[in-house]
């Protein structure tokens, strides 16, 4: 099942998180006020800090270092384990995922950033995909459409302009976004697979993966509103009781 929805933020910071199954937790978290970034970088293991590297500008490896270090805290508020301790496999090579450990849960969680936000989910053992876009005029935002977009999406969005093409673009590309990530398939094939539709009032929603429109039925995606001037969504691949939607605060 589709929904949209906008959610009310909760603050919380450190202090072990409790987490029940059927339940999905969103964090959102502002990047310029996670902390100092040599002490983050100290808790990443060394494929994150190659990554890191590899980013020409120093904002946006800066932009990384603060979101990676912030999802290992939070994920820490659920295992209990230090986060430096935490060992991520698949770095570099697709979806990211907890090692897993002889007292672990089934754990997983979704990263995304944009701008100066990033968006964290967590959920237990369904799988789940975040993403999140600063709302911003993009130049060749049509060009973008035809290409990774299906026709009848193009043509949703070629009867919009102004401030509601921008929004129903992001609408869609978050949307597309989420669900992939949830997938943990590349890009460039899950978005020649996934079919999404706009509705009346600019939101998005899932229509068919591969041909098959039961997965509309059998996904849940969300529409998240974490701040002014950000959109995002959440992609979960069963259905759940309750989503919790929380701000990380690293200065409480």
């Not at 983050?40 to 990676?68: G, K, M, N």
């Not at 978050?174 to 539709?197: D, M």
């Not at 992609?235 to 690293?250: I, N, P, Q």
């Amino acid at each position: 099942m589709s929904a949209s929805m906008t959610n009310d933020w909760t603050g919380a910071s450190a202090g072990r998180a409790g987490l029940e199954n059927g339940e999905v937790h969103v964090w959102s978290a502002l990047l310029e006020d996670g902390g100092d970034s040599d002490q983050l970088a100290r808790l990443l293991q060394p494929e994150e800090r190659a990554c890191a590297v590899a980013f020409a500008s120093d904002p946006d490896r800066r932009l990384y270092v603060h979101s990676h270090g912030i999802l290992r805290r939070i994920l820490s508020l659920y295992t209990g384990r230090e986060p430096g301790e935490l060992v991520f496999e698949g770095i570099g090579c697709g979806k990211p995922r907890l090692e897993r450990t002889p007292d672990g849960g089934d754990l997983h969680f979704s990263l995304s950033h944009s701008g100066c936000m990033c968006l964290i989910a967590v959920s237990l053992r369904s799988p789940v995909g975040v993403d999140v876009e600063r709302l911003r005029p993009l130049p060749d935002a049509r060009g973008i459409a035809r290409r990774w977009f299906t026709a009848a999406e193009d043509d949703a969005l070629a009867r919009l302009s102004g401030a509601a093409f921008e929004r129903a673009f992001f609408a869609l590309w978050t949307h597309r976004e989420a669900v992939t990530k949830a997938l943990g398939e590349n890009l460039e094939t899950a978005f020649s697979e996934l079919a999404c539709a706009l509705d009346s009032d600019g939101s998005a929603r899932l229509v068919s993966w591969r041909g098959d429109e039961g997965v509309a039925r059998r996904w849940r995606v969300c529409r998240l509103e974490p701040a002014g001037g950000y959109l995002g969504a959440l992609a979960v691949l069963e259905c759940f009781d309750s989503l919790k939607c929380l701000t990380w605060d690293a200065r409480i």
